[in-house]
């Protein structure tokens, strides 16, 4: 960790690796505070961050190199806040955010259906991370929060296509006494569940794909 405007680290003397162009600034609102977000790199990453709440607009291609790419989640690590606020997964009161680019409600859905990190997502052009939220994805990717998020999907798709509904189909959800079944907190009142399963089955079926 580093003091902000640092150009070099204090320990190694190493270049920090975060820059912050505003020449590059979009106009684009930062889907709290409305205010313009400024361009920003972790290594060679390419994303938007709002000065005034800290929080991180990534595409959709850069997230899913954050997601496969150990180098970049490395950048993300290297680049995180200089005083990393307590992870508390709970949400007081649920608010959803416009995407940036076309001003749509996005999705609130937990990262691989099990990290306990909520964040807004919009299919076709990226991911809306509060403070911090990006940080502990790849916390959570790097325990093998992933790897084991595909494995149960998986044994979810094997035993669904194992044992198909009555009407001949493949079942939408596993049983709840199967250990496959979605956390209580994967789901809440009011997400669009076939969005986010999308969203998360897109990322683990990469993965599978590598």
Known sequence: MIFLGSKFCAHCGAPVSRVEDGADAV??????????LEAVTLG?????????????????????GICADRDKQAA??????????????SVDEIRYLR?????????????AGRSGVIIDVC???????????LRHIVEFIRAG???????????????????????????AFPSASNDSSPDPVTWRTGWAVADALAFVGGVIARLILK
């Open 27 to 36: 106009k684009k609102p930062c889907p709290r505070c409305q205010v313009s």
């Open 44 to 64: 060679t990453l390419n994303m938007h961050e709002c000065t005034k709440c800290e929080g991180l607009w990534v595409g959709v291609e850069t997230f899913n």
């Open 76 to 89: 993300v690590l290297g680049g995180a806040s200089p005083q990393p606020v307590p992870f508390d997964p």
């Open 99 to 111: 995407c940036p680019e076309c001003a749509t409600l996005m999705n609130r859905v937990n990262f």
């Open 123 to 133: 299919r076709g052009h990226g991911t809306w991370f509060d403070r911090d939220e």
């Open 145 to 171: 929060g992933l790897e084991e998020a595909r494995e149960r999907e998986i044994r979810r798709l094997k035993e669904a296509h194992q044992h198909p509904t009555p009407t001949g189909g493949m079942a």
